[in-house]
Structures are given as structure tokens and as C-alpha cells.
């Protein structure tokens, strides 16, 4: 296992190269589970999405209930925000070096997960479920690195 300081030499590089990288945002151990296991190099974290995920409203959350905290970051743009159509390439073109999705991926989950039980209680449909990941791949993705 790595070192807190190799983890945070690796972690450097990733801004000393060239070119713009996407830190991902997972809302809880699962989730971060899951970015790491399809290969994104570094993770952050979201407030809001681990608020939503305990049924909170954003910065309802204390640090000690696990909301992360902010530190000090280089160049970073949050995207994943509606009507917003910058690409990687267009972000690394303009000097960004890390791109952050916020609360992004947690909100387009719950989108998901409304329009779904929407679906459920006005049309009596199940059809949602053929976006849905399947459940082998899912518990595949949790087996051990191997």
C-alpha cells in the first residue's frame, strides 16, 4: 500500500502533466468504490451528494458527519452544471488542469431514480430498468483487485 506522501506525489503529478484530468465526485463508499474500480486516477469529494444520500439538504451536514473538507486546489473548474457544453479539450485549452463534477453524478442518480418511480406510480411500467446496470456487472465491480 502506498504512503500518504506517495499518494500525494502522485497526486501533484497528475497537475504537472499535460493536459486537463476529471476528479470525479463520489456521495459515499460505494460510489468512490466504483470510480476507482473503471479507472479515474484521483477522487474528490461532494457535499451535497453525501447530504442527499443521508436525506439532507446541502451544508446541512457537519465535517464530522463525514462532508469532506476543502482544501487548497490548483487550477480547478466544477462542471456537470445544466446548459454548461465545455468538453475536456475545451477546458485544457483554456489552462485547466482539474476538472471536478461536484454534486453532478450524484443529482443525475436521483434524476434516474425520479424519473423511475415516476414512471412507477403514474404508468405502472417497469421500463426504466432497461437503462439500468445489470447486477452481475455491478457485483462483479465490488469483487476484490485483484
Excluded at 79 to 91: A, C, H, N, P
Excluded at 113 to 133: H, N, W
Aim: with cysteine; glycine share 14%.
Amino acid at each position: 500500500m502506498r504512503t500518504q506522501a506517495e499518494k500525494a506525489t502522485a497526486f501533484r503529478a497528475l497537475h504537472e502533466r499535460d493536459g486537463a484530468f476529471i476528479i470525479p465526485n463520489p456521495w459515499d463508499a460505494g460510489t468512490a468504490r466504483l470510480l476507482a474500480r473503471i479507472g479515474f486516477e484521483a477522487l474528490a469529494t461532494t457535499s451535497a451528494g453525501y447530504a442527499f444520500s443521508i436525506g439532507q439538504r446541502d451544508n446541512s451536514v457537519g465535517r464530522d458527519r463525514g462532508g469532506g473538507g476543502r482544501g487548497r486546489s490548483a487550477v480547478n473548474v466544477v462542471m456537470g452544471l445544466q446548459g454548461v457544453q465545455l468538453g475536456l479539450g475545451d477546458l485544457a485549452e483554456l489552462g485547466v488542469k482539474r476538472v471536478s463534477v461536484g454534486s453532478a453524478l450524484c443529482r443525475a442518480v436521483l434524476g434516474a431514480f425520479l424519473r423511475a418511480s415516476r414512471e412507477m406510480l403514474e404508468q405502472g411500467t417497469f421500463s426504466f430498468a432497461e437503462d439500468a446496470v445489470s447486477f452481475p456487472d455491478v457485483s462483479a465491480m465490488f469483487e476484490p483487485a485483484s
